[in-house]
Nanobody, 125 residues
Framework: QVQLVESGGGLVQAGGSLRLSCAAS????????VGWFRQALGKEREFVSA????????YYADSVKGRFTISKDNAKNTVYLRMNSLKPEDTAIYYCANSRRYSSDYDHPQSYPYWGQGTQVTVSS
C-alpha cells in the first residue's frame, strides 16, 4: 500500500506559476508510474502528466505540453509538477496517483489504484 500526499495548490493569476508536490510513502515507487490528473467542476477526471519512476520518462497531455514539467526526487520519494503560464482553464483539483507497476497506459485513470486527496488549483483571469 502506498500513501500519496499532494501539496502546493493555491490561487494564482493567469500567466503565473505553481509547483505541486506529491510525497509518497509506504512502498518503493520503482517500476511504477506516478501520474497527475485533474478534475474541473462538472467535468471528468483527465490526464495531465506522468513519469515512469525507474526510467524517469515524462509524459504530458497536449493541453499542458510546453507549460508543465514533471520531475522526481528519488531521495525524497516525491514527484513535482511545475506549472507555468497558467490559464483559467487549468483550474481544477489536481490529484497524484501511483500504479502498481509500469504501464504504457499512463494516461488512463484506471491504471492507478492509489490516489492522493487532491489539491485545488485556481487560476483567475
Amino acid at each position: 500500500q502506498v500513501q500519496l500526499v499532494e501539496s502546493g495548490g493555491g490561487l494564482v493569476q493567469a500567466g503565473g506559476s505553481l509547483r505541486l508536490s506529491c510525497a509518497a510513502s509506504g512502498r518503493t515507487l520503482s517500476n511504477s508510474n506516478v501520474g497527475w490528473f485533474r478534475q474541473a467542476l462538472g467535468k471528468e477526471r483527465e490526464f495531465v502528466s506522468a513519469i515512469s519512476w525507474s526510467a524517469g520518462t515524462p509524459y504530458y497531455a497536449d493541453s499542458v505540453k510546453g507549460r508543465f514539467t514533471i520531475s522526481k526526487d528519488n531521495a525524497k520519494n516525491t514527484v513535482y509538477l511545475r506549472m507555468n503560464s497558467l490559464k483559467p482553464e487549468d483550474t481544477a483539483i489536481y490529484y497524484c496517483a501511483n500504479s502498481r507497476r509500469y504501464s504504457s497506459d499512463y494516461d488512463h485513470p484506471q491504471s492507478y489504484p492509489y490516489w492522493g486527496q487532491g489539491t485545488q488549483v485556481t487560476v483567475s483571469s
